[in-house]
């Protein structure tokens, strides 16, 4: 399995059949549940063998499990793709930009030594997920423009919104994005919270000639990653308004309805 593939994480009834005891459980455990009628929720849990209480990414499961266990529900991992749901590969990705690979060194299709070739210097990607709506990518990549093998010392960054079947892709001429990222301190202490359980997901990945890595972060509440949130929004739209583009509209305001504090100035 990929280790991006959501699963499903459903309470499961002790008796088959959900008991009083255990709705109420429910009702602590999930906010929209617990603002509904009792008996509406009785009646409809009662219908079905479990209830799914998140779709999330594989090594968030954990959390949502424990997180269950102390309301008192038992909770199962449902190790099966979510169709539709899956991520977007950087194979996909590199298809898009029209590239021999999604990595540092690699070039434009067909162009690789020849004149006016140009050579990946950087890239990141962000990788949105949203628990019930397909994932869309935003990213950059950053090519040094090259002549029979030599540099010609200029840089060219091209920002893209992706999914599985297309980018719309702009020529920048900065990227907010790595300009933030650069002042992040990843390592910050914060304060533990009840996280929701549904909402979006990130997946961070960069690769330049010094360094590469990936992280991750889901429904942050801490101003430092929130801020990010709102820079990728940013740079998100920034691209569809360069390239005229109202294809990823709906991504757009699908993120913004997940989470309404980026889409504040």
Not at 46 to 61: I, S
Not at 133 to 153: F, K, N, Q, T
Not at 165 to 194: C, H, K, R, W
């Amino acid at each position: 399995m990929s280790s991006l593939t959501r699963v499903r994480v459903v309470a499961r009834w002790r008796e088959g059949r959900a008991s009083h005891e255990e709705v109420l459980a429910l009702r602590r455990f999930l906010p929209d549940v617990r603002d509904r009628p009792l008996v509406e929720v009785l009646r409809e849990v009662q219908a079905v063998p479990d209830w799914v209480l998140a779709v999330c990414h594989p090594l968030e499961a954990r959390r949502v499990c424990e997180l269950a266990q102390r309301a008192g529900l038992i909770a199962i991992v449902e190790d099966i793709p979510v169709d539709g749901l899956g991520p977007v590969f950087n194979e996909q990705l590199a298809r898009h930009l029209n590239l021999t690979a999604l990595s540092v060194g690699s070039g434009r299709q067909g162009a690789v030594g020849e004149p006016g070739a140009s050579c990946v210097l950087a890239w990141w990607t962000v990788s949105v997920l949203p628990s019930f709506h397909p994932a869309w990518v935003v990213g950059a990549v950053h090519e040094e423009e090259r002549r029979s093998g030599l540099s010609l010392d200029r840089v060219t960054t091209r920002g893209f919104i992706a999914d599985e079947n297309g980018a719309d892709i702009a020529v920048l001429e900065t990227d907010e994005v790595s300009d933030t990222f650069g002042t992040l301190n990843l390592f910050q202490v914060t304060p533990e919270y009840m996280a929701a359980l549904d909402g979006l997901g990130y997946r961070f990945q960069w690769s330049n000639w010094a360094t590469e890595g990936t992280f991750r972060f889901s429904n942050p509440r801490g101003d430092w990653l929130v801020e990010l949130e709102r820079v990728l929004f940013r740079f998100a739209r920034q691209i569809a308004s360069t390239a005229k583009s109202d294809r990823f509209a709906d991504q757009l305001r699908c993120w913004g309805g997940y989470r309404e504090a980026i889409t504040e100035e």
